[in-house]
Nanobody, 119 residues
Framework: QVQLVESGGGLVPPGGSLRLSCAAS????????MGWYRQAPGKQRELVAA???????KLADSVKGRFTISRDNAKNTVYLQLNSLKPEDTAVYYC?????????????WGQGTQVSVSS
């Protein structure tokens, strides 16, 4: 079984930045794609960003130019840099990992970390 431990959420003013981290542990086999989903109150969960072991990435249109995803394969850790944050970015952000390298990971889920953007 794989455990995902997230960190880095918090409250920031509009225009601020945050960096989310997620470390995967407990797997006897390699982790494929990793990424982040988010869910705001009353809204559907959406894929924010994903990255596979080969560095291919996918970003939601709403965050392109503001968010950056990266990973350290040796540490099975994925990062999400959130810049120019807007109130509409407020949501619970979930780290996700997959056994395969498809850019829609969904095998393993973290507990979620709250990101709040407000003045």
């Amino acid at each position: 079984q794989v455990q995902l431990v997230e960190s880095g959420g918090g409250l920031v003013p509009p225009g601020g930045s945050l960096r989310l981290s997620c470390a995967a542990s407990g797997s006897g086999s390699a982790i494929g794609a990793m990424g982040w989903y988010r869910q705001a109150p009353g809204k559907q969960r959406e894929l924010v960003a994903a990255i596979n072991r080969f560095g291919a990435t996918k970003l939601a249109d709403s965050v392109k130019g503001r968010f950056t995803i990266s990973r350290d394969n040796a540490k099975n850790t994925v990062y999400l840099q959130l810049n120019s944050l807007k109130p509409e970015d407020t949501a619970v952000y979930y780290c996700v990992a997959d056994r395969w390298d498809s850019l829609t990971p969904d095998d393993y889920w973290g507990q979620g970390t709250q990101v709040s953007v407000s003045s």
